[in-house]
């Protein structure tokens, strides 16, 4: 009877035991496709990783390239600015020497004309019949002449005022308003220069300095910054005294007058000046207004409208 228990046992145990296996090997195959897959997920990630990798290598490859290209346009704006700096100081210096060498053509015009005078013994204006030259106005003129030629502009100014108030039929009446308004034109007065360049026009129209009181009118107004006005003045010069030094003078300012609009309207019409009407065309005569004049050595007056225009203000 024991044996036969004991029988009963052992299948039973080999019974539990097959089935323990049974769900072992059972379950095997279903951990087996869950690690394939995590793998397989896994796998995909890493590639997902690495493709994003790429594409930032690639965005700052791009990134770089376009810093370098920024760096290279910005070294030829800078570069370009430079240029176009240092062009207008070199156009400017240029113009500046131009404008010097014209006057000292003017100059010497004049005073070879001067001295063709003197060597013909024409006098410089007619006298009057019978008129004799008073020496002490001689004597007087001469060293005003003295101070003007030692640059004191301003006693030569008042001096030069002095001398019409005290000899106004002088046959030197001419040259001395001609200095008036010199002295104050390079004391850089322009708008009392302008005034007495216009004095010497209308009451000695006959001096030999008129035309270069006229191209000093129009230099006066274009130093002002009133270059439409200016231009009145060069093309009366060149109009009037076509054959004069004053003429050739004129033309050259005429000519970087236009050159300046073209580049820019705005410089050509002056700093914070309003855009005008075209001007009208110079009258062929002297001007008909009158200057205001003042007792004063050193007044101040307004300036006068160009030829055939309206009054400046």
């Not at 129209?205 to 009145?232: C, D, I, T, W």
């Not at 007056?301 to 009054?311: E, I, R, S, T």
């Amino acid at each position: 009877m024991k044996n036969h228990g004991l029988n009963k046992s052992l299948v039973a145990g080999g019974l539990a035991l097959s089935s323990l296996l049974g769900l072992g090997f059972a379950a095997r195959p279903a951990q087996a496709a869950t690690l394939a897959e995590l793998n397989q997920k896994v796998d995909s990630l890493v590639a997902t990783n690495q493709k994003n990798y790429q594409d930032v290598a690639r965005a700052m490859n791009a990134l770089t390239e376009v810093q370098q290209e920024f760096r290279l346009i910005k070294g030829q704006l800078d570069s370009s600015q430079y240029i176009m700096k240092e062009s207008d100081r070199v156009y400017q210096d240029l113009d500046q020497r131009v404008s010097a060498l014209e006057d000292k053509i003017g100059q010497l015009h004049n005073l070879l004309k001067d001295i063709n005078v003197k060597l013909s013994g024409a006098p410089e204006a007619p006298k009057a019949p019978g008129a004799a030259v008073n020496p002490a106005e001689l004597q007087e003129f001469q060293s005003l002449l003295n101070v003007a030629n030692a640059r004191d502009y301003r006693n030569a100014a008042s001096g030069f005022m002095g001398f019409l108030r005290k000899y106004p039929k002088s046959e030197y009446a001419g040259g001395a308003q001609y200095w008036v308004a010199e002295s104050f034109y390079s004391l850089g007065d322009y708008a009392k220069a302008i005034s007495e360049f216009q004095a010497l026009s209308e009451k000695y129209p006959q001096h030999p300095r008129v035309k270069e009181g006229v191209y000093k009118q129009g230099m006066s107004f274009m130093k002002l910054n009133k270059n439409a006005e200016a231009k009145l003045f060069f093309q009366k010069v060149i109009a009037t005294y076509p054959n004069s030094a004053e003429a050739f003078q004129a033309k050259g300012r005429l000519t970087r007058l236009e050159e300046l609009e073209h580049k820019s309207p705005a410089l050509a019409l002056g700093a914070g000046s309003e855009p005008k009407a075209p001007p009208r065309p110079p009258s062929t005569g002297e001007p008909v207004y009158k200057p205001i004049m003042k007792p004063n050595p050193m007044p101040r007056a307004p300036l006068p409208p160009p030829p055939g225009g309206q009054p400046t203000t």
